[in-house]
């Protein structure tokens, strides 16, 4: 999107601000009745409000009455431009179908690349338009957005484009990323390897311009190790940083393929083995956790003290998409990993805002500190914890991006 710079914004009266900033005390930086100032849509001062600077003229205030403010969701991993729905293959997983046989008789992604291709600019914009509306309204300000339900070069860079076209249109930033290997087309099934040569010789070069990452779908009845490998090392050769959907269904090694080649991240990660999870951690792969596939497809959930055992940094996001995980926000991902995967509140804030900012390569998003993006959501309530506590509840008041108020439940 573009940044809307605003002439200045105080907020005041900050019961709890979660920072972030690894120089103040414990995981997520508190400090208690707090103030921050924003000007140029960036953030200028934090800090107790008792201090607060002097010289700040006619700025705008925004005084939350002792509520809890913490840095603006980052969801580092979402399918969210997408036309159709998979209601009734939702229904008949809960009948017993496995994921597995609903691919094979032409459902799961390849339902949504159906109507993905036939919907028109319009129909592809607008429906994707409510559902970030929905995401903004609950906080989130930053979102990885994937192409991967085109599968042919038209299509994967027309989702590409409408991704550009809603971050010029909303007032929050998606960060686009290239998924042509998400699946093998009806089409090119019985030519796997020339799908491949279409993916690196076509596809990658009709979107890299439009994208900053690449993804590769590295799992069992997905793409091998050395398919994925074969794709990401052309991507980079483009200009994408690679990362990755990684053993979620399967140990399939690719979580060792992200170490091997430095991927941004590496996501899912609910069967990678310890050996890989180290190997992630010395190259630095961020670990992205999706607890609403487990939620959708009743699966045992991701072990975030496996990841954190092994050293390696951890992100939470929603893995918004038709199919395995219809979750669009960010405090309700927030609830499952504290209540699902035993994570400690400030533990699952912290993955949800500096986590997913790292996972995308963003080190200004995710944390309130000077410099940083003036990107903040005030809580309806005076503790972070509130948001597993109260899962059910509405929880954030208002929304902040850039210093600009862009969303506020109180007002009216």
């Given amino acids: 999107m573009t940044d809307q710079q605003s002439g200045g914004l105080l907020v005041r009266g900050i019961g709890r601000l979660?920072?972030?900033?690894?120089?103040r005390d414990g995981v997520t930086g508190v400090v208690r009745d707090a103030a921050v100032v924003a000007e140029g849509g960036v953030v200028r001062w934090a800090g107790t409000e008792r201090d607060?600077?002097?010289?700040?003229?006619?700025?705008?205030?925004?005084d939350v009455g002792g509520a809890a403010v913490v840095p603006g969701f980052v969801d580092a991993h979402t399918h969210v431009v997408f036309a159709g729905d998979r209601a009734g293959e939702f229904e008949r997983r809960l009948g017993g179908?496995?994921?597995?046989?609903?691919?094979?008789?032409?459902?799961?992604?390849?339902?949504?690349?159906?109507?993905?291709?036939?919907?028109?600019?319009?129909?592809?914009?607008?429906?994707?338009?409510r559902r970030l509306a929905l995401m903004l309204a609950a906080g989130t300000t930053t979102a990885e957005v994937k192409s991967g339900y085109g599968l042919d070069v038209a299509t994967e860079r027309r989702i590409l484009e409408t991704a550009a076209a809603l971050d010029a249109a909303l007032p929050i930033d998606l960060v686009p990323t290239f998924l042509g290997a998400h699946a093998v087309p009806p089409?090119?099934?019985?030519?796997?390897?020339?799908?491949l040569d279409l993916v690196v010789g076509e596809m990658l070069p009709a979107c890299a311009p439009l994208g900053r990452f690449a993804d590769v779908f590295c799992d069992?009845?997905?793409?091998?190790?050395?398919?994925?490998r074969r794709v990401l090392k052309a991507a980079r050769a483009h200009g994408l940083e690679p990362r990755l959907h990684a053993d979620q269904l399967a140990a399939t090694g690719a979580a060792g393929l992200a170490a091997e080649l430095g991927a941004v991240s590496a996501d899912h990660l609910d069967r990678a083995s310890d050996y890989d999870?180290?190997?992630?951690?010395?190259?630095?792969?961020?670990?992205?956790?999706?607890?609403?596939?487990?939620?959708?497809?009743?699966?045992?959930y991701p072990d975030p003290a496996r990841l954190r055992d092994a050293g390696v940094t951890i992100a939470i996001a929603t893995d918004a998409n038709p199919g395995t995980s219809y979750v669009l926000t960010m405090p309700f991902v927030i609830a499952l990993a504290v209540l699902e995967m035993g994570m400690a509140p400030d533990e699952a804030v912290w993955s949800a805002t500096r986590g997913?900012?790292?996972?995308?390569?963003?080190?200004?998003?995710?944390?309130?500190?000077?410099?940083?993006?003036?990107?903040?959501?005030?809580?309806d309530a005076d503790t972070p914890a509130a948001l597993a506590y109260r899962p059910d509840s509405p929880l954030v008041a208002t929304v902040v991006k850039r210093g600009t108020i862009v969303a506020d439940r109180t007002d009216g």
Avoid: H, K
């Fill in 18 to 23: 979660t920072t972030n900033d690894p120089q």
């Fill in 52 to 62: 607060l600077p002097g010289g700040l003229g006619d700025m705008a205030e925004l």
């Fill in 97 to 129: 179908e496995p994921y597995e046989d609903t691919l094979a008789s032409g459902g799961g992604i390849m339902a949504t690349v159906a109507a993905t291709r036939a919907a028109d600019d319009r129909r592809l914009f607008d429906e994707s338009r």
């Fill in 187 to 195: 089409e090119w099934r019985d030519d796997r390897a020339g799908f």
């Fill in 220 to 228: 069992r009845g997905a793409f091998t190790v050395d398919e994925a």
């Fill in 277 to 300: 999870l180290r190997a992630m951690a010395t190259a630095g792969v961020v670990g992205v956790l999706l607890p609403g596939v487990s939620l959708s497809m009743r699966l045992p």
């Fill in 356 to 379: 997913g900012a790292l996972a995308l390569q963003m080190p200004d998003r995710g944390v309130i500190i000077p410099g940083a993006a003036a990107d903040l959501v005030v809580l």
